[in-house]
């Protein structure tokens, strides 16, 4: 469904409960925030997180975009947003679907499946930047939408805490790389791993640089963990989720 729009723009200091004041006094309730995490990265999952916040005693403070809180304060928002959130959901998509079908595409799907995870059904839909098509309610793309919406920062909070958890996991796997530090984005360090050692499986094979580190130490050996599965087709143990009444 096309994203109905408001009859007016919140202002951006009106708090970061704006938007969902405004839609809640429009008959649009509840209201849900869809964010992800690892787009940007050549390694690891991307995740896409979904939070339907509640309001008055459930309000939580100190919300905003993920990159711009330190890791323990990500934490602490992290774990009262599954303790107090009205609903919330994240899905987990590997390196080897982006690489299939490409991030983007990746990303979309991704949101309407943690969407389609949240225990309530939302009324409406905030999303981070861009539109997510293909939903049987209405939409709205908000600018910097992790940084003026609650929900939104809520659920970008619950991707970036999801990824990076599982990019510690995969530095245990993986310690030639760093994972635990850089969580698989492009830096000096892991270029530089790239280069020694080539790609592990946690690579994004479509990836530019990861494809010239590939080249420049042959083939390397995926094993089972690298094996194709269709987005729509994930394992259940590929989502986290859970809702509070």
Sequence with gaps: MMGRPLRFTPRRDAGMRAYER????????????????????????????????????????????????????REELYAEIVERAFAWSAVVIPCHDIDRIGVHRCNITGMRRALAALD?????????????????VPGLAVIKGDQVAACVAAASIV??????????????????????????YVTKAHSAALAEHGPCPEHRFSYV?????????????????????PVEELPGDGRTEGARA
């Design 120 to 136: 309530r059904r939302p009324a409406y839909v905030l999303s981070d930047g861009f539109p997510v098509p293909g939903l049987d």
């Design 159 to 184: 991707a970036k805490v999801t990824r990076d958890r599982i990019m510690v996991e995969t530095h245990e796997r993986y310690p030639d790389y760093g994972f635990d530090e850089h969580k698989g």
């Design 209 to 229: 640089n990861v494809g010239r580190a590939l080249r420049n130490n042959g083939e390397v050996a995926l094993g089972e963990e690298a094996g194709e599965l």
């Design 22 to 73: 405004a839609l809640e006094h429009g008959g649009f309730s509840p209201v849900a925030g869809v964010d992800e995490a690892g787009r940007g990265a050549c390694a690891g999952p991307l995740v896409v997180g979904a939070v339907i916040l509640q309001g008055g005693r459930g309000t939580i403070e100190g919300l905003t975009d993920s990159k711009l809180l330190t890791p323990a304060r």
